[in-house]
């Protein structure tokens, strides 16, 4: 799975390659030694260790605007499709479908409710000649994928290591940098096991790399 690193579904598509036995690759409009947002740095950690991430600027290079749109058509070239989740009608992320189109990539769009700003971008795809999605067999089905072939989760945490973590985790917001001191795990373990439980609905991933225990 490759992406941006940014917030939002660009993160969460890479904790949720993470959590598999595949790889995902973040593609980054800075210097390596630049994570942007610096909110998302241990997930970076947590890629490099077991991805990779890939940037064409030099060591240094700031967060600039203007470099974003153009490292999309890496992401584009890198990948066998291009799936935008939501889009305003002004978004980068159409600039990156643009872009795959024209290398030949499928495009994917997930329609939305005709109400919301954030559907625009991937009504406007759909109208021209984008494949409808609703669930991963219809990526696997275009691109020629045995249903089978989606990547096994990893075996997840046993009851007393999530037990272990939200006892760690408390019920006050916390930053992921303070639960790896308080929890003695790595950040990509971390991460994979705060994935699970926010899944089970357990714990809530909150802007700017803090997480909250709901049970």
């Known amino acids: 799975m490759v992406s941006g690193l940014a917030l939002g ?8 390659a993470l959590a598999t036995v595949g790889s995902t690759i973040a593609v980054t409009g800075t210097g390596a030694d630049r994570i942007y947002p610096p909110g998302n740095r241990e997930l970076a950690h947590a890629i490099a260790s077991e991805g990779a991430l890939l940037t064409e600027f030099p060591l240094g290079t700031p967060p600039l605007a203007a470099n974003f749109p153009r490292r999309n058509r890496i992401i ?8 935008v989740i939501e889009a305003a009608a002004r978004s980068g992320s159409l600039i990156t479908a643009r872009l795959a189109a024209e290398c030949g990539r499928e495009v994917f769009a997930v329609p939305g409710s005709i109400h919301s700003p954030l559907s625009k971008g991937c009504h406007q795809l759909l109208r021209q000649g984008a494949k409808l999605v609703e669930s991963a067999a219809d990526i696997l089905e275009e691109l020629r994928y045995p249903a089978q072939a989606t ?7 046993s009851s007393a290591e999530s037990d272990a973590l939200l006892a760690k985790l408390g019920y006050d917001p916390c930053a992921i940098d303070t639960l790896v001191v308080r929890s003695g795990l790595t950040p990509d373990a971390l991460i994979a096991m705060l994935l699970q439980l926010e899944l089970e609905g357990r714990v809530a991933n909150l802007p700017g790399g803090f997480y909250q225990r709901l049970l």
Not at 76 to 83: F, I, K, R, V, Y
Not at 151 to 157: A, E, Q, S, V, Y
Request: with cysteine; glycine share 18%.
């Open 76 to 83: 584009a070239g890198l990948s066998q499709g291009c799936l």
């Open 151 to 157: 990547p096994p989760p990893r075996p997840g945490p």
């Open 9 to 16: 579904i660009d993160a969460a598509a890479h904790r949720g």
